[in-house]
């Protein structure tokens, strides 16, 4: 069974950072998943927010984030971070990680959570102005 748990969330002041973690199991680092944070605000849409194939190291970091997030894995240790730098107010949503078998990383600019069947539970990130 596929299971991801995020860890990291937490009040933060703006310009502040934090450090996500995504813990997996059930699949290895090798078998051909993406793994992607997503995050989702208060009355807004789910909004893709950076991938990464394992792998191969493979990335992909939005635009709106690719100065300040940067996403990584620790193969060894199953868990894949999302470091978030310089936050802002409009960074605070619930952030989710989740896993899909066969996705490209890159391929989150263009087709979402398309192909993501596994999701955590979320972590709550709230940045304070």
């Known amino acids: 069974e596929v299971q991801l748990v995020e860890s990291g969330g937490g009040l933060v002041q703006a310009g502040g950072s934090l450090r996500l973690s995504c813990v997996y199991s059930g699949f290895a680092f090798d078998d051909g998943y993406a793994i992607g944070w997503f995050r989702q605000a208060p009355g807004k849409e789910r909004e893709g927010v950076a991938c990464i194939n394992p792998h191969d190291g493979t990335t992909y970091v939005a635009d709106s984030v690719k100065d300040r997030f940067t996403i990584s894995s620790v193969n060894a240790k199953n868990t894949v971070y999302l470091q978030m730098d310089g936050l802002k107010p409009e960074d605070t949503a619930d952030y989710y990680c989740?896993?899909?078998?066969?996705?490209?990383?890159?391929?989150?600019?263009?087709?979402?959570?398309?192909?993501?069947?596994?999701w955590g539970k979320g972590t709550l990130v709230t940045v304070n102005s």
């Open positions: 989740a896993a899909g078998l066969g996705v490209t990383a890159v391929a989150m600019g263009v087709i979402g959570d398309y192909g993501m069947d596994h």
